[in-house]
């Protein structure tokens, strides 16, 4: 970093304040440093500037030696494991000299980098706005699995047997297969099932009960997929008493459950419809190939860990956006600059992607192609509906798609007066029936009846006594 460089850092900072996420500033080569080189190296970078005092608005700390405080900087570094190796200079700044650390982030399979007078699970940090935060046991162990491939999802299931496999679906998959690779039944059909992951000795693979099981949730409760449907763009709401709109744990193998959730998102979200001179084109809040996609990512790609067994997919639904969050970050080469990129695909649970590569939806079609086209799927279907690319967020313990609901277009009408009710008081804080009528397009008298419907669902209530002129409507709240 040369003078100018600095100069134009340190001013950010006055701006600002304080430090921020990839810049650490010191008056003195203390022991807190090592908490910061574990943060930057196990985060992306970051830079660390020695010989400020940020109580005095960063101004040069009277009387440092940057030279001597590049040397403390050096023996620091060594009390890590592995050992920072950081770009040092020596910049000059007003009357003196900072000293300037360049920290690289490290190579996942070096991660995590801890303070080894600690030990890895006391001494793991990572960068959190202008702090460091020591990493839970949890997240260490998905930095130390980076270093080899999981083997999660071929963990045999001791208390499960073949009888706990769909017969039916179990059936189709072999004769797919005994097609294709014929060679690998000359042993029979028991051998094969073991060498394609179906089986470990005599039992089910996890992934197998994934896929081609009854019931998984016989073994595992909540390997399942939670939906809810907010009233709100948060959910704080729900402490305030305003009740979910929809709520539902959804159960089965994978391949029931990406239609589940689909069947779930379907009937919340608003459709509404272009109507031309000849033809009637519906515009739903989000296009349903865009979501399958996600969930199909979120249910493959998730941690299957034992420590994240108890932990489900989740499906949020806000007035806003809609949310898929699944157990554990990204994994291997993919990260959040080469997502979506074409063919780039880095698999956590081999057997189970192989598996899904080769199981069929209820509809028909493969659950899950594998080569890397999720995401370009996804932001494909948003473009051609003119909404923008997904959003999504990575730490080590989750990772969320978020897509961004359909803004309605003027000339747009909805599907049922019903779901022109619902999501026009997912805005607002109540709304009256003119005011229904008026934005809606439907007659006064669809309007009532599906306010009718409504208050009977207990979904909303009314805020005056009945036949008053001051007359709204509001979402249920207790």
């Known amino acids: 970093m040369d003078r100018a460089e600095l100069l134009a850092l340190v001013e950010q900072l006055r701006l600002v304040g304080t430090d921020v996420q990839r810049i650490e500033v010191k008056s003195q080569v203390g022991k807190s440093l090592l908490e910061t080189l574990s943060a930057f190296s196990n985060g992306g970078g970051g830079v ?11 101004a040069l700390v009277e009387g440092f030696d940057a030279s001597r405080a590049q040397d403390a900087f050096v023996s620091r570094c060594a009390q890590l494991t592995p050992v920072v190796r950081p770009e040092l200079s020596i910049v000059p700044f007003g009357p003196g000299s900072l000293l300037v650390a360049d920290i690289p ?24 706005g202008d702090g460091d935060v020591r990493l839970q046991q949890y997240e260490v162990d998905r930095l130390v699995e980076e270093h080899t491939q999981p083997t999660w999802d071929g963990e045999p299931v001791p208390t499960a047997g073949v009888g706990d496999l769909d017969s039916e679906a179990l059936s189709v998959f072999l004769a797919g297969q005994r097609e294709v690779r014929p060679k690998t039944f000359a042993d029979g059909d028991d051998v094969a099932m073991r060498r394609l992951g179906v089986l470990s000795g005599s039992s089910p693979t996890l ?75 519906e515009l739903p809040d989000y296009p349903l190939v865009a979501v399958r996609e996600a969930v199909v990512n979120a249910l493959m790609h998730r941690d299957y860990s034992p420590m ?72 494909a279907e948003l473009t ?23 803004k309605v277009a003027s000339d747009e009408r909805y599907r049922t007066a019903r779901e022109a009710v619902v999501w026009m008081l997912g805005d607002r804080a109540s709304v009256s029936t003119s005011e229904l009528v008026r934005e809606t397009d439907f007659s006064r008298s669809a309007i009532q009846q599906a306010l009718n419907q409504l208050i009977g669902e207990g979904v909303i209530e009314a805020t005056e006594p009945a036949r008053s002129p001051r007359q709204r409507y509001r979402l249920t709240r207790g």
């Open 308 to 379: 994240s067994r108890g932990t489900p997919v989740q499906v949020n639904l806000f007035v806003d956006r809609l949310e898929v969050v699944s157990p554990g970050g990204l994994y291997g080469a993919v990260t959040l600059r080469t997502l979506g990129n074409a063919g780039l695909s880095s698999t956590r649970n081999q057997r189970l992607a192989t598996l899904l590569e080769n199981v069929r939806l209820p509809g028909g079609g493969l659950v899950a192609e594998n080569r890397g086209t999720g995401f370009a799927v996804m932001n």
């Open 207 to 281: 992934a197998s009960l994934l896929t081609l099981g009854l019931y998984p949730q016989e073994f595992f409760p909540r390997l399942a997929v939670t939906f809810a449907v907010f009233p709100g763009t948060t959910k704080a709401g729900i402490g305030a008493g305003v009740r979910l709109l929809d709520s539902a744990t959804l159960t089965g193998p994978i391949p029931e459950l990406v239609e589940a959730v689909i069947g779930a998102v379907r009937r919340n979200m608003r459709v509404g419809a272009l109507i031309g001179d000849v033809y009637r084109e």
């Open 384 to 406: 051609r509906a003119l909404m923008p690319p997904v959003g999504v967020r990575d730490d080590l313990a989750s990772f969320t798609v978020t897509f961004y609901r359909r």
């Open 48 to 58: 660390v500037i020695v010989g400020l005092d940020e109580r005095a608005g960063f």
């Open 105 to 128: 982030e490290l190579l996942p399979r070096d991660k995590p980098c801890y303070i080894t007078e600690r030990g890895r699970y006391q001494g793991s940090y990572l960068r959190t």
